[in-house]
C-alpha cells in the first residue's frame, strides 16, 4: 500500500474514533435494553447503560483532548485534528444525550 | 391603515387555527391529563418553532439586502458556530429532558394500578373489543367502541388479527401500533365526560381509510350500569316483527359469523351482536346504527365499505329485511 | 523537467485526435454512449420523467382528497397510487436524480476525463430506466404494489397480499437498488481516485465531499433493505417465516430493517441537495463559502448520525420508553450539523452581494422551507408528541417540507445553475422565476395545511374521510396548492423544451462567472488539459485558467496512447498516479441493463424460465464487457506533462478496480451485518422458537469444524495462486483456483448436510429460516465467486492473465478471502450461538 493511502487510512481511522464510539454506544445501550426488557431483567438495564455512557462519554473527551492537543503541536495534519476533534466533541453531545433518558424513563413498560 | 388590517389579521389567525385544531378527533383537543401535557408541549413547539424560523429568514432577508461595501456581520465562522451549533445544542438539550420527563410521566410504578383491562384486536377493517374480568377471562365482547369510567386508569391490550393496525384516540393519548405476535398495552384516564373519535392510524390495506371507531367516558355510576347491561345477553324481542328478524337471523346462517348471546348464533368471525343496537356506529364507525343503515349493510355491505369481508345478502329483501334491521337495532 | 502552463505550442494533430477518441457516435447509436456527459443527461432526464409521472399521480391523490366521501379514485386504485407515488417520488427519482447529477458532474468539476467506470455509469442508468419504466406500467394493469411504500408486512405477506403486485415492488424496487450501489462505488472511487492533480482534499469541491459522503450513506444503508427485500420475497416465495409471528418471526424485523435504510435515505438525498447550494451560493455572492471546513463537517457527521435514528420511525410500535429516548436523542443530534450547513449559507450571504438569479431564488426558497421542515422533525423526534402526530398528515406535511424543500428546491437551483454547462443555451431567466414563484406558492399552499389537517386527527393514506370531521376545506386547500406546484413544474418543462439543447459540441459557458472547474471549457473529453488545483476556486484564483486548459498547456492535452484515458490520482493529496485507459461506446454494458432488467420483472410474474434465459444472456453480456477490462501495462509510459510520466493502467492495491472491490466489499459486509443483526434480533423476540426452547437438534460438531477447515483451506489456496502467479506458474494458478473454488463449495456443502441431519427445515420457524439464509447469502457467494473463478481460468487459458496483469484474480481474491472470512463468522453464530444463548 502506498504511503498517501496509509496516510489515508490512518486519517480515517481518527476521525471515525468519536462517531464510531458514538455508534457503538448507541448500538450497545439499545441492544442491552431491548434484550434485558424481553427477558424480563429490566433492573439490569438502568445501571448498564449509565455505566456505558460514563465509558463511551470519557472516551470521546479523550480523542477532543488529544486531538486538540495534537493540533497544537504542529501544522501538518491540523485538519485532520480540526476534523476528529469535532467529530469526537459532537458524538460526546450526542452520547451524552442519550444517556440523558435513563434519569427520566423507566426500562420497560 | 394596511398595518391594522395586518393587527387584525394577526389577531385572527391563533383563533382560527385554534379553532381548526379541535374537533372530535384532534389530539390538541384534549380529553386526558396525558394528552393535555402532549398539547402544552405541541404548542410550546409551534410558538418556539414559530420564532425561530421567522429569526432565520429575517437573518436571510438581512443577509441578502446587507450592502456589501458595509462593515459586514456575521461573515466570520466563529458566528456561524455560535448560531449552527451552541444555540441549537442548548435548545435541543432543554427540549429533550422535558419531552423526556412527560415520556416517562406516563407509566411506571408512580402511576396507580388499573381498574380494569380491555382486549382490543384491530382486524381488517374493525375493531374487536372484549372487557376482561380481574382473572383475565372475558366479560362480554362488544365492536368498535370502548366505554370508559371517568377518572379511572384502564388498560387495553393491543393485538392484531391479521396486519399491523393502530389503535388511536387522539383526544385521550397518542397512539400505539397493533402488531402480530405482540401485545402492546396502553393505559388510558378520561378526564372528563364526552366521546372521542378514533380511527386506524397505520395503514391495513383495503379499507384502512374506513376503520374508525368510538370511545365514550361516562360518570361511574352509568358506567355500572352499561356494563351490566352489555354482560347481559340479548333481550327477547317484544313484537313480531323483531320475532321474525330474529328466526330469519337464525335460519339464514349469520350466526356463522356472528354471535348474539341468549341465542344460538354464536360465530366469531365477524362482531359480536349481542348490544349493536346499543352502539353508535356500524361498519366501523361508518355509519350511524339505525334501522336504514342497518338495512343498507346487510344487503350490501361492500358497497359502503370496499374490501369488507362480509358477503352481501341480496337475498334479503321488503318485509325480511326491515324485521332483520329491527331486530337487530332492538338489541340495545 | 518542464514547468507547467507549459507555454510551447501544441502539436497541430493533438487536437484532433483528442476529439476523435472521445467522439460520440450518432443517431441510434447514441443508445451506446458510456461517457458521462452524455449518460449523466440521459439519467438526470429520466429522473425528471419519473418525477412527472409520480406528480401526476401525486395531483390525482389530491384530486381525491380535495373534497370529503369522493368517489373520483375508488379504494383500491387510490392505494396503488399511493404506493406508487411514495415508491417512486424515493426510488425512481430523488436516489436516482441525486446520483445522476453526480455522475454528470463529479467528473467535470474536479477535470477528470471521466468517472472510473464508464460502463458500469451507463449499466446503472439502463438497467434504472428500464426497469423502472416497466415498474411503473404495472398501474395500468392492476398490477402495482398496493402495500404503501414502505410495504410492513404481514399486509404484504403472500397470506395478505396474494397477488403479483407486491413481487413487483419486491423485485422491481430491489433490483433498482442494486443499481444505485453500482452508482454509488463509482462516485465513491470516481470521487476519491480520479481528481485534477492538486486537488487535495482540503481543496476538494464541497459537493464532491458531499457525494463521497452520499455514495458512502448508500453502501452502508442500502445493504439493510436489500437484505430486508430478499428475505420477505423468500418468505412469499418459499414460505421461510421471518416476518410470520405465529412461527417465531416478528414483522417488527422488516421495519428495523427497512427503516435503518429509509432514514439514512433522507440525508442521502438531502446531502447532494445541500452540497449543490454550497456551490451555487458562493457563485451568486460572488464570495467563498464561510465556515467551509465546518459545513464539510456538518456533511460527514450527518452521514454518521443519520444511521442512529432509525428507531424514531417505530415511536409507536410499543418498544421499550427507554430504548424509544435513546433514538429521540439521537434524532436531536442529527439535526444540529443542519443548523450549522443554515448559518454557514446565511453568512455567506451576509458575506457576499446576492444575485436574485433564478438559482438564488431557488436556494432562498430552500432555506425558508427545509428550515420549517427541519424544525418540524425536531418535534417529531419527540416521543410524546410522535405519538400524536405519527403516520398523520402532520408527518406528511414534515417530509415534503424536508424532501421538497430540502431536495427538489435545491435540485432545480441545480438544474437552472448548471444547464449551461451541458446546453448551448442557459435556460430561462424569465420562465425561471415564473416557475420558481408558482413553485414556492403552490408548494406552501399545499402542504402548511396538512400540518393542519394532522393536528386535527387526519391519518395518512386514507383514501377519504367523513365529512363531518371538518376536513374539507384544508384538503380543497391543499389540492388547489399542488396544481399550482405542478404549474410551475410544467413552466419548468416549457422552459426546458425552447432552451435545453445538450449533444451539440458546445455550451453557453462560463454564464455565473463561477469558480469550479466543470465550468472551464471543453467537449466530450472534458477539458483539454487537466489543470493543477490550487486552491478551491482555481478560476477566480486563477484568471488565465481558462484559456490556458483550453490550449492545452497543463497535464494530458492529448490522448498519448491513441484510447480514452484519465489521470488516476492518490486519495489525500491527488498526486497523479497512473493513467487509466477507458472503454469508448459499446453495447455489452447497455444490452447486460436490459437483460437483467428483463431477468427480475419476468421473475416478478414468475415466468421462470425465460427469466433463467435472460439472466444467463445478461450475465454473459456482462462477462463479455468485463472481458475488454484489465488491460495491463498496454502501452508504455507516457508523459502526460510537467515533466510527470505515467505508466499505463496498474493492478494491485493502487489500482482504481482493487478499490471499488474494496467497497463492494463493504456492501457485502453490510448486507451480511443485517442478517446477524436479524438473526439476534428473532432470538430476542422468539426465544420459543430457538433449540434452547424446542429441543430441536444442533449438528453435530464435526460438521461446522469440517466446514471451516474447508473454508481456511480454500483461503489457502487462493493465496497459494496469488504467489504462484507472482512468478508466472500458470498451471499452479489454475489448478488452486479450481481446487480452492471446490473447497469453498465443499464447505457449504457440509453446513448444509449438517443442518439436514437435524431434520431442520427453513419452514419450521423463524429459527430455521434465519439458520438457512445464513447459508443461503453464503451460497450466493460460492455461486459468484465460481463464476469468477471460471472466468479467471478462461483469462488464464486466452493469456490475459500474468504477473503484470492480475488485476482480475486481485479482484477475485479480495472477496474470496472476504467469502470465507464472512462464513467462518456464520459458522461461528449458528452453532456457537444456540449452544451459549
Not at chain 2, 391603515?1 to 390538541?28: D, I, N, Y
Not at chain 3, 433493505?225 to 414460505?239: D, N, P, Q, Y
Not at chain 3, 395545511?449 to 393536528?455: C, D, K, N, R
Amino acid at each position: 500500500m502506498a504511503e498517501t493511502d496509509r496516510r489515508f487510512f490512518s486519517g480515517l481511522l481518527r476521525i471515525g474514533a468519536g462517531p464510531a464510539l458514538w455508534a457503538a454506544h448507541l448500538g450497545l445501550v439499545y441492544g442491552v435494553t431491548a434484550v434485558a426488557c424481553a427477558r424480563g431483567a429490566g433492573g439490569v438495564a438502568a445501571p448498564t447503560v449509565v455505566g456505558l455512557t460514563l465509558a463511551a462519554a470519557l472516551g470521546a473527551g479523550w480523542i477532543v483532548g488529544r486531538e486538540l492537543r495534537r493540533a497544537r503541536a504542529g501544522p501538518a495534519g491540523t485538519r485532520t485534528s480540526f476534523f476528529a476533534a469535532a467529530l469526537a466533541g459532537l458524538s460526546l453531545v450526542a452520547i451524552l444525550w442519550a444517556g440523558l433518558p435513563v434519569v427520566f424513563v423507566s426500562a420497560c413498560p | 391603515m394596511r398595518r391594522h388590517t395586518f393587527t387584525r389579521f394577526a389577531e385572527a389567525l391563533p383563533a382560527a387555527v385554534l379553532a381548526a385544531c379541535s374537533g372530535p378527533q384532534s389530539p390538541l383537543d384534549a380529553g386526558s391529563d396525558e394528552a393535555a401535557g402532549i398539547a402544552i408541549l405541541s404548542w410550546v413547539m409551534f410558538a418556539a418553532a414559530g420564532l425561530i424560523l421567522v429569526a432565520v429568514l429575517a437573518l436571510a432577508a438581512a443577509a441578502a439586502r446587507a450592502p456589501a461595501e458595509q462593515p459586514r456581520w456575521a461573515t466570520r465562522e466563529g458566528w456561524v458556530v455560535a448560531a449552527g451549533l451552541v444555540f441549537p445544542i442548548v435548545m435541543l438539550s432543554a427540549l429533550l429532558a422535558w419531552g423526556l420527563s412527560i415520556t416517562g410521566g406516563g407509566g411506571g410504578a408512580s402511576s396507580p394500578p388499573a381498574a380494569f383491562r380491555i382486549a382490543v384486536a384491530g382486524e381488517q377493517w374493525w375493531w374487536r373489543v372484549t372487557y376482561l374480568g380481574p382473572d383475565g377471562s372475558a366479560l362480554f365482547s362488544t365492536a368498535n367502541e370502548l366505554r370508559l369510567p371517568i377518572g379511572q386508569r384502564v388498560e387495553v391490550d393491543l393485538t392484531s388479527a391479521d396486519v399491523i393496525h393502530s389503535f388511536w384516540v387522539p383526544g385521550l393519548a397518542g397512539k400505539l401500533d397493533m402488531i402480530p405476535g405482540h401485545v402492546n398495552t396502553l393505559p388510558l384516564v378520561a378526564g372528563r365526560a364526552g366521546t372521542w373519535r378514533g380511527q386506524c392510524a397505520e395503514y391495513c390495506g383495503g379499507a384502512h381509510a374506513l376503520m374508525a371507531f368510538t370511545v365514550t367516558a361516562l360518570p361511574a355510576p352509568d358506567f355500572e350500569r352499561w356494563m351490566a347491561a352489555q354482560a347481559a345477553p340479548a333481550a327477547e324481542p317484544d313484537n313480531a316483527e323483531g320475532r321474525r328478524g330474529r328466526a330469519l337471523f337464525l335460519a339464514s346462517g349469520c350466526g356463522a359469523c356472528h354471535a348474539v348471546r341468549g341465542t344460538p348464533a354464536s360465530g366469531t368471525i365477524g362482531p359480536d351482536l349481542t348490544h349493536v343496537g346499543g352502539r353508535p356506529t356500524i361498519g366501523a364507525g361508518l355509519l350511524p346504527t339505525q334501522r336504514g343503515t342497518l338495512a343498507a349493510w346487510i344487503v350490501d355491505p361492500g358497497h359502503l365499505k370496499p374490501e369488507v369481508r362480509m358477503p352481501p345478502f341480496p337475498v334479503f329483501r321488503g318485509e325480511d329485511l326491515r324485521a332483520l334491521a329491527a331486530w337487530l337495532e332492538s338489541l340495545r | 523537467m518542464s514547468r507547467l502552463p507549459d507555454p510551447r505550442p501544441r502539436p497541430p494533430e493533438e487536437l484532433e485526435q483528442l476529439q476523435e477518441v472521445w467522439r460520440q457516435p450518432g443517431g441510434w447509436r447514441l443508445a451506446s454512449a458510456v461517457n458521462n456527459t452524455y449518460v449523466g443527461v440521459f439519467y438526470i432526464g429520466t429522473a425528471l420523467l419519473f418525477f412527472v409521472l409520480a406528480g401526476i399521480l401525486a395531483l390525482l391523490l389530491r384530486i381525491q382528497l380535495a373534497v370529503p366521501e369522493n368517489d373520483f379514485l375508488s379504494q383500491a386504485t387510490y392505494n396503488q397510487v399511493f404506493t406508487m407515488h411514495g415508491t417512486m417520488m424515493m426510488f425512481l427519482f430523488a436516489v436516482p436524480a441525486v446520483e445522476a447529477m453526480g455522475v454528470y458532474l463529479l467528473p467535470n468539476m474536479q477535470a477528470a476525463r471521466d468517472l472510473p467506470f464508464p460502463r458500469l455509469s451507463a449499466y446503472a442508468f439502463w438497467a434504472y430506466a428500464v426497469g423502472g419504466l416497466a415498474f411503473f406500467c404495472s398501474l395500468f394493469f392492476g398490477l402495482a404494489p398496493d402495500g404503501g411504500w414502505f410495504m410492513y408486512p404481514p399486509l404484504t405477506s403472500s397470506e395478505h397480499s396474494p397477488g403479483h403486485n407486491t413481487d413487483f415492488w419486491l423485485l422491481g424496487i430491489g433490483f433498482i437498488e442494486i443499481s444505485a450501489i453500482a452508482g454509488a462505488i463509482e462516485i465513491l472511487v470516481g470521487v476519491l481516485r480520479t481528481r485534477a492533480p492538486g486537488m487535495t482534499l482540503d481543496k476538494l469541491p464541497i459537493y464532491s465531499w458531499a457525494m463521497l459522503v452520499f455514495a458512502v450513506m448508500i453502501v452502508f444503508g442500502f445493504p439493510a433493505v436489500i437484505l430486508g427485500t430478499a428475505l420477505l420475497e423468500i418468505e412469499r416465495s418459499f414460505h421461510w417465516p421471518f416476518f410470520i409471528a405465529e412461527k417465531g418471526g416478528d414483522p417488527l424485523l422488516w421495519q428495523h430493517l427497512f427503516w435503518f435504510f429509509g432514514h439514512p435515505e433522507v440525508y442521502i438525498i438531502f446531502l447532494p441537495a445541500a452540497g449543490f447550494v454550497s456551490m451555487i451560493l458562493p457563485t451568486m455572492c460572488g464570495t467563498r463559502l464561510v465556515a467551509h471546513r465546518w459545513v464539510v463537517l456538518a456533511l460527514v457527521a450527518t452521514g454518521f448520525i443519520a444511521f442512529g435514528v432509525w428507531v424514531h420511525h417505530m415511536f409507536t410500535t410499543g418498544l421499550p420508553k427507554l430504548s424509544l429516548s435513546f433514538f429521540s436523542a439521537a434524532s436531536m443530534a442529527v439535526a444540529v450539523p443542519s443548523g450549522i450547513q443554515v448559518f454557514a449559507w446565511i453568512a455567506t450571504i451576509a458575506k457576499g452581494r446576492l444575485r436574485l438569479t433564478v438559482p438564488s431564488l431557488f436556494v432562498l426558497g430552500f432555506l425558508a422551507i427545509f428550515t420549517l421542515g427541519g424544525l418540524t422533525g425536531v418535534m417529531v423526534a419527540m416521543v410524546p408528541f410522535d405519538g400524536q402526530t405519527h403516520d398523520t398528515f402532520f408527518v406528511v406535511a414534515h417530509f415534503h417540507y424536508v424532501l421538497i424543500g430540502g431536495m427538489v428546491f435545491p435540485l432545480f437551483a441545480a438544474f437552472y445553475y448548471w444547464a449551461p454547462t451541458a446546453s448551448r443555451r442557459a435556460l430561462s431567466e424569465r420562465l425561471g422565476k415564473w416557475c420558481f414563484g408558482l413553485m414556492f406558492v403552490g408548494f406552501n399552499i399545499a402542504f402548511f395545511p396538512q400540518h393542519v389537517a394532522g393536528l386535527m386527527g387526519m391519518p395518512r393514506r386514507v383514501w377519504t374521510y367523513p365529512a363531518e370531521l371538518g376536513w374539507g376545506w384544508i384538503n380543497m386547500t391543499s389540492t388547489v396548492g399542488a396544481f399550482i406546484l405542478g404549474l410551475g413544474a410544467l413552466v419548468f418543462l416549457i422552459d426546458l423544451a425552447r432552451n435545453f439543447r445538450p449533444f451539440t459540441g458546445g455550451n453557453a459557458g462560463n454564464v455565473w462567472n463561477a469558480g469550479t472547474l466543470e465550468w472551464l471549457p471543453g467537449g466530450n473529453y472534458a477539458t483539454r488539459s487537466i489543470p493543477i488545483v490550487t486552491s478551491l476556486e482555481p478560476l477566480w484564483d486563477q484568471p488565465d485558467l481558462a484559456r490556458e486548459v483550453d490550449e492545452g498547456r497543463y497535464y494530458l492535452p492529448g490522448a498519448p496512447t491513441g484510447r480514452r484515458e484519465t489521470i488516476v490520482t492518490s486519495a489525500i493529496a491527488a498526486e497523479p498516479q497512473y493513467l487509466m485507459q477507458m472503454p469508448g461506446p459499446g453495447w455489452p454494458a447497455v444490452l447486460a441493463a436490459w437483460f437483467t432488467a428483463a431477468f427480475f420483472l419476468l421473475l416478478t410474474v414468475k415466468l421462470v424460465t425465460p427469466a433463467m434465459v435472460c439472466g444467463v444472456i445478461a450475465l454473459a453480456l456482462v462477462l463479455r464487457w468485463m472481458w475488454d477490462t484489465d488491460l495491463g501495462p498496454a502501452h508504455p509510459p507516457v508523459d502526460i506533462g510537467g515533466g510527470i510520466v505515467l505508466p499505463v493502467n496498474c493492478s494491485g492495491p493502487m489500482s482504481h478496480s482493487w478499490w471499488a472491490v474494496v467497497v463492494l466489499i463493504l456492501v457485502a459486509g453490510a448486507v451480511f451485518a443485517s442478517l446477524l443483526f436479524s438473526y439476534f434480533f428473532l432470538w430476542t423476540v422468539s426465544p420459543d422458537v430457538w433449540p434452547a426452547a424446542t429441543g430441536q437438534a444442533l449438528p453435530g460438531a464435526e460438521w461446522p469444524l469440517a466446514a471451516a477447515a474447508l473454508l481456511v483451506l480454500s483461503s489457502a489456496l487462493v493465496w497459494w495462486a496469488g504467489r504462484r502467479l507472482e512468478a508466472d506458474g500458470h498451471w499452479s494458478v489454475r489448478l488452486g483456483l479450481a481446487a480452492a473454488a471446490v473447497a469453498l463449495a465443499a464447505a457449504l456443502a457440509a453446513e448444509l448436510a449438517g443442518q439436514r441431519a437435524t431434520g431442520l427445515s427453513p419452514t419450521d420457524s423463524g429459527y430455521g429460516a434465519v439458520v438457512y439464509m445464513m447459508a443461503a447469502l453464503q451460497g450466493l457467494f460460492v455461486a459468484t465467486l465460481g463464476i469468477m473463478a471460471l472466468y479467471t481460468l478462461a483469462r488464464s487459458l486466452a493469456g490475459l492473465l500474468h504477473r503484470h496483469r492480475r488485476a482480475t484474480f486481485d479482484n477475485t481474491m479480495l472477496l474470496w478471502h472476504y467469502a470465507v472470512g464472512q462464513g467462518l463468522i456464520a459458522l461461528a453464530v449458528v452453532h456457537f450461538g444456540p449452544r451459549v444463548l
